[in-house]
């Protein structure tokens, strides 16, 4: 695991290696300073020597001035190296979670790669600064000062030792039960994270429903049990702190005794007293610092084992070692084809699918929840692999060809509609990168989302918010089909992307399909019968298999299924998604 984070230091290595150097170089200087002090005031306070007052004054300036300076460069160094560090980890992640596959994503939720992204490498970030310089410095500062301790005077040394010991052991048993209520939380920050963006991105269904009581109380349980896990940690570590003060305290007292005998023995001066103190507080200090950095390491392996989990992951789905960069044409052939979502097993979702369909025909796909329909589109363009059998594009079994040109040729409109941030252009542009403004206004008229863009004060420079908040979902859907048009696809796939507009539109949508896109294969999944029934084919599907396929009027003579459904919506006297005479469907 280290090693695999490591790894990502990158051109930050010389950062790291040059913190440890000028920490050192700290302690150095530091450690000196005390036993300097001892020199000023045996050989100039306590003698009345002025000249000895100033020359070890001056001295010890000057070595301040080099710790500081020290100190100043390592980190510097330090904070270059841990955030270049983290700045590399999140950015290796990210590109990694950019190449899954949906079977990828479907093992990480939301919140849980927001938490990895953010809070886990934080957490590293701060473990891999205090690594490389407090890490360093403080138990070269723990020996430095316990060393000097002992040229000042043996005995007295020898019994804070023993302290010291003790000490650690009483610091160490506190911290091991810190360090595994620390780990419970991070799996709670999971929760909390996956309810805020759930609740964010579903606020108008809320406040549409008036379940913010609901929602508060579903926050408040999920922060509630983050709060008394941080609440346990935090009382232990709450009643480390005195009995680290009384240890202190007592050692001070009793090294104050030893050390007022040993000046009246005449065996110490009370210049050696003075820095024994101050080395022995260093000492104190750089054993307390060694414990939260074992803390901060141990917190840290938790968040290292979840990065490493994303970096690890490997793509479900992947180019061949010689992909094809061509697709020839629009005609689809599914063959014996079996799917589940469950990796290596689960229960099928599709089975025993044989299906082929002509480049440039319209294909209506029609049937009840969960009968598989999505599933079915989603391996046309290698959103899913196959469990068993094969599916081709254009003659070729989409496994051989390469992602990027078999999904730049094959277009999905998916049934959630996503719009990003930015203008209407930005979000149009997508589909095609370098697309002209006449372009994307022919894929809007196509799409019958010119009406509405043009009736907007700013037209195609029109600001959307994140998620497309500010526009209908009729509206999204139409300008997710113009996005999807402009990539000019061999297939076009619309995963019931029509149900959020009116009939009408509906009808004029499938009009300009047949107008401007007549070569390409036209996929339409529909609730509603209007949509599909003059498709060149209908398929209809059940319980994961292939029921019927055929025109509408073979269908209603063939299907119950689709009858069924054709009566249920055209009953007492004609539905709204039933076109009205004269109109064309």
Known sequence: MFRKLLSHIGKYKKFAVMTPIFAALEVFMETLIPYITASLIDEGVSAGNMGAIYRYGGLMLAVAFLSLAFAILAGRFAANASTGFAYNLRDAMFRK?????????????????ITRLTTDVN?????????????VRAPLTLISSMFMCFVTNVRISLFFLGALVVLASVLVFFMRKVTKIFEQVFKKYDLLNADVQENVSGIRVVKAYVREEYENEKFDKAARVLYDYSVRAEKIMALAGPVMNLVIYALIIMISWFGANFIVAGDM???????FFSYIMTCLMSLMMLVAIFVMLTMSLASGRRIVEVLDEVPAIADPDEPVTEVADGSIDFTDVYFSYKEGGGDPVLRDIDLHIPSGSTVGIIGGTGSGKTSLVSLISRLYDVSGGSVKVGGVDVRDYDIETLRNKVSVVLQKNVLFAGSILDNLRWGKEDATVEECMAACRAAAADEFIEQMPDGYETHIEQGGANV????????????????DPKVLILDDSTSAVDTATDARIRKSFRESIPGTTKLIIAQRISSVMDADMIIVMDNGTISGVGSHDELMESSGIYREIYETQTSGGGDFDEPAPGKEA
């Not at 979670?97 to 790669?113: C, E, H, K, M, P």
């Not at 957490?123 to 890490?135: C, L, P």
């Not at 001066?269 to 820095?275: H, K, Q, R, V, Y």
């Not at 209908?472 to 990539?487: E, F, P, V, Y």
């Open 97 to 113: 979670v950019q190449t899954y596959s949906f079977a990828n994503i479907d093992r990480f939720s939301t919140g849980g790669l």
């Open 123 to 135: 957490n590293i970030q701060n473990a891999f600064q205090m690594s490389i310089r407090m890490a």
């Open 269 to 275: 001066t009370t210049g050696n007293l003075t820095s």
């Open 472 to 487: 209908s979902g009729g509206q999204k859907q139409r300008l997710c089909i113009a996005r999807a048009l402009l990539k």
